[in-house]
């Protein structure tokens, strides 16, 4: 089992960045997978972008391309999301979890979850 601490939320105003980090304690292998989700108050739980950790290969919703940075360390054990021009309907809890089964855009299909962070962005 993995432990993930996101952290870097926040109140933000429309247009403005931020990055989230989230930080794992335990062994991640090169063909495990790690996504960020958010999920608004009353919405299901959303894939926004996800890392191959051992290649880097980036996967994005098609509402962030061009807009957020999904990236990885894999010699800190740390992965971070870096979100600009951020919009009022971005707000919501922000997740980075582990899929040791690869890639997938489904939550159910991930192992391990932090607690989440909250991002507020204000218009």
């Known amino acids: 089992q993995v432990q993930l601490v996101e952290s870097g939320g926040g109140l933000v105003q429309a247009g403005d960045s931020l990055t989230l980090s989230c930080a794992a304690s335990?062994?991640?292998?090169?063909?495990?997978?790690m996504g960020w989700f958010r999920q608004a108050l009353g919405k299901e739980r959303e894939f926004v972008a996800g890392?191959?950790?051992?290649?880097?290969?980036?996967y994005y919703r098609d509402s962030v391309k061009g807009r957020f940075t999904i990236s990885r360390d894999t010699a800190k054990n740390m992965g971070a999301l870096q979100m600009n021009s951020l919009k009022p309907e971005y707000a919501a809890v922000y997740y980075c979890?582990?899929?040791?089964?690869?890639?997938?855009?489904?939550?159910?299909?991930?192992?391990?979850w932090g607690q989440g962070t909250q991002v507020t962005v204000s218009s």
């Open positions: 979890a582990r899929n040791r089964g690869g890639y997938s855009t489904m939550y159910k299909a991930y192992d391990d």
């Open positions: 335990g062994r991640i292998y090169s063909s495990h997978f």
């Open positions: 890392i191959r950790w051992g290649v880097g290969n980036t």
